[in-house]
């Protein structure tokens, strides 16, 4: 029992790396060739984990194999347009100009109940606001509005926004990010300051950021909770 | 990308040089074997068996298959390896009893399972397909 145990600490490291290695990615943003991988890899963990016969090695092999091949046609398809539209596919268009492009939808294999139930999980109910839907790589639909049905934006009043940059975390769970510290040009006897003003000091605060136009948001760790 | 490359690399000379060194092995342990059996089977074939030598002879080459064991069990499947041992524990029985022919039988499928081992972990079309 304990060597089942063991086995499947070392297979789920050794997926995890492997998973880390292969790249930052969503599992409905997956290309069709690195979802294929990841439910093989699943599987292939599995084998050994549950059958001690079976020498770990036998797992740890064929899923390096497996990432040579995703890193390779990751390879590939960065150099190459063409090797992309073999491995990825391309993204087809359901509806060009407000018009649903029959043939492609058939050609898709997407019915007209599937493209409006899409729709709806792209919060658009009616099939008349929607100027472009395209089909993405990865199975995902991009919807574009009609410009009088998209939702407004300031430009739309001719109002220009302040500038307002992202917000930088300071302090998570009592640790000083000294790195955001030194994006935003401050140190650390200026975070104790800031967060003098709240009644604490860094290291009792669970969350300290600051946004765009410098102001501070901190909340204290709640002891309980620890 | 040069990341990518370096990993792919990497891997690929992992891999390829375990091969060649697991294969090695394998070889040794095999070619060595073979020459154990050989040599109790020589005897058991002769008109005048000496049981005591073959007795201790194939006791020395279990004891030898179980030190090399360890270290196959990394790479070879168990179920693999116990078929030998099986036929190992059945020719402890065999010399106990004197049976030449059982025991000559014995040896011969202890040499068809090791060449299957060796067989299966070969490279050729046959074991990818």
Redesign the interface.
Known sequence: MLIIFIRSIILYILVLFVMR?MGKRQIGQLQPFELAISIMIADLATIPMAD????I??GI?PI??L??MQ??I??IN?KSLKARSIFSGKPAILIYRGKIDEKTLKKERITINELQERLRGNNVVNLADVEYAILETSGQMTVIQKPEKRNAVPQDFNIVPEYEGIPYDLVIDGQVMYDNLSIIKKDYKWLKNQTKKFGIIPEEALIVTIDGSDKIFCQKKDKKAE | MKRILVVISIIFVLVISMNIVLKKHIGKVCNEMYSRIDEIKQELMKEETDFEKVRSNSQKMEDYWMSQYDVLAYYIEHSELDKVNIQLAGLQGYVATEDNHESVANLDTCVFILQHIQDRETLKLRNIF
């Open positions: 290695i001690v016969g079976i020498p090695i036998n092999v390096l194999g990432l040579v890193l390779l990751s390879f960065m």
